[in-house]
């Protein structure tokens, strides 16, 4: 299995930055790929980033172009680089793994960690 531990969050002014990363232990190298979600208070939980195990990317269109999302396998750890951020960007931030094995998908995820962008 895998076990995931956000970390980075913070309160940030607009148009500010902030670095989040996600430590990952376990049968880390099984990873196929992994993902940033976020979800604001009563709203969705929302796909924001997505990286495959050979560094392919794709993110969302209200955080293309702002945020960065990379991995180093070596380190056993991913990174989200967000700037230029925007109060709507406030949201508790997850981290997510999925493994296969065997022919078989396995979830994972982190406990989360508070983003808030406000003046």
């Known amino acids: 299995q895998v076990q995931l531990v956000e970390s980075g969050g913070g309160l940030v002014q607009p148009g500010g930055s902030l670095r989040l990363s996600c430590a990952a232990s376990g049968s880390i190298f099984s990873i196929a790929a992994m993902g940033w979600y976020r979800q604001a208070p009563g709203k969705q939980r929302e796909w924001v980033a997505f990286i495959t195990s050979g560094g392919e990317t794709n993110y969302a269109d209200s955080v293309k172009g702002r945020f960065t999302i990379s991995r180093d396998n070596a380190k056993n750890t991913v990174w989200l680089l967000m700037n230029s951020l925007k109060p709507e960007d406030t949201a508790v931030y997850y981290c997510?793994?999925?493994?296969?094995?065997?022919?078989?998908?396995?979830?994972?995820w982190g406990q989360g960690t508070q983003v808030t962008v406000s003046s």
């Open positions: 997510n793994a999925v493994r296969v094995e065997n022919y078989e998908a396995y979830d994972y």
